[in-house]
């Protein structure tokens, strides 16, 4: 059976935080807006973000903290909608947060609550979600911009894109928007893993297996750009805050270092050990520093 064309003024491909956000900013101007998603449920991403509990925001965000060939646009986004705004809004909504690194702000309870944020805006707002909903085709018109969907035809006056990235396919991830924006002549730079974790050799992997779970302090480098955050082991690798900065440096075949010991002068300390306590060996170093489970891996 045939649907029948369905006009609105904004059209948002994509339903995670960037697009329920932009939806409920149009919704409040009196905008007649649509949210579409090829996704069965809204905000996936944001469900797993900070381990399921939502890193939501780092109240130290400056635009040094963000990577761009137009350092100017972050400058002015960041003016215009500030990490403070955002955290009046979720503390609006009565979510309970905490802090747990310095400015690094998690929902206390679940990710749930930030996702609930967004879209009871965007039912404030007006706005409407439609999910399980996939755009095949978009067509500019003389008045916008006409969609076809895997729920029939759509049209509008102003589409905004927000359907994010390639980093987690497994998630539904797709190459869509860039596929749209070669489409209407946009030039796509060169697309590569950014903030994300990383995945291990088997056999390292098979080695640190055992400490899936655990967090640390370490300090990560690639390229001269350090970070001295926690690491954590997962069951496929490397994560946390230190592996997910130092992520966006890295290209395939670069090396990555980690500093398991950041607050330590391990060449001090040993040169003291061997000075003072010559009996000592590195697995009693390790074991003093180190959590007993991961200076156990590293001792077998």
């Not at 905008?31 to 579409?36: A, C, D, E, I, N």
Request: aromatic share 8%; hydrophobic share 35%.
């Amino acid at each position: 059976m045939a649907v029948s064309s369905s006009h609105y003024d904004v059209i948002i491909i994509g339903a995670g935080a960037a697009g329920l956000m932009c939806a409920a900013t149009a919704g409040y101007r009196g905008r007649k807006v649509l949210v579409v998603d090829h996704a069965n449920k809204p905000g996936k991403k944001i469900l797993m973000s900070g381990g399921g509990r939502c890193n939501f925001t780092n109240l130290n965000s400056t635009p040094a903290n963000f990577l761009s060939d137009n350092p100017h646009y972050c400058i002015s986004a960041l003016k215009r909608y500030t990490p403070q705004d955002f955290l009046e809004l979720v503390e609006r909504h009565g979510v309970e947060h905490e802090e747990k690194a310095p400015g690094q702000l998690f929902c206390q309870n679940s990710a749930k609550d930030i996702l609930n944020v967004l879209l009871t805006e965007c039912e404030w707002a007006g706005a409407e979600i439609r999910m399980a909903t996939s755009v095949t085709q978009v067509q500019p018109t003389e008045t916008g911009y006409k969609l076809q969907t895997s729920s029939g035809a759509l049209s509008c006056e102003s589409l905004i894109v927000a359907c994010g990235g390639l980093s987690i396919p497994t998630m539904g991830a797709t190459g869509f928007g860039y596929e749209l924006a070669k489409q209407f002549g946009l030039s796509v730079l060169p697309t590569r893993a950014g903030l994300v974790p990383f995945t291990l050799h088997p056999e390292l992997k098979q080695q640190l297996s055992p400490l899936s779970g655990i967090s640390c302090p370490v300090e990560a480098h690639c390229h001269n750009h350090h970070f001295k955050e926690p690491m954590l082991v997962t069951h496929r690798g490397l994560s946390g805050p230190s592996m997910l900065q130092v992520s966006s440096y890295w290209q395939a075949g670069d090396e990555v270092h980690i500093n398991l010991l950041p607050a330590q002068n391990i060449q001090d300390d040993l040169f003291t050990l061997r000075k003072h306590k010559p009996q000592s060996t590195i697995a009693q170093y390790l074991n003093q520093h180190l959590s007993k489970r991961f200076a156990q891996a590293f001792n077998e």
